[in-house]
């Protein structure tokens, strides 16, 4: 169980993300509390860009690595030697 979470988070993606949406709630959070709608708009602005960020910067290969599931590449290379032939 361990190894399935061994690198959970621990990218610049979700960092930039995570960093971000507590930005963007405390904006949020001192708008409600002072009654500023403006904070609250900026707040939601600075998640939105959050969001954005965190996407495009895991697209962009600065997320963590997809897990592959235990026995996945052995199931991979059973299919290629039975599509040509090869046992």
Do not use: Y
């Not at 190894?3 to 959070?29: D, K, P, R």
């Amino acid at each position: 169980m361990a190894e399935e979470h061994e690198n959970h988070g621990h990218s610049l993606a979700a960092w930039t993300l995570v960093g971000l949406m507590m930005l963007g709630s405390v904006f949020i959070a001192f708008g409600v509390a002072f009654g500023l709608h403006s904070l609250d708009i900026v707040g939601v602005v600075i998640c939105a860009v959050g969001v954005a960020a965190g996407k495009i910067l895991a697209k962009a290969g600065f997320g963590a690595p997809a897990l592959r599931a235990p026995g996945q590449q052995e199931h991979h290379e059973v299919s290629t030697q039975a599509q040509t032939g090869v046992h």
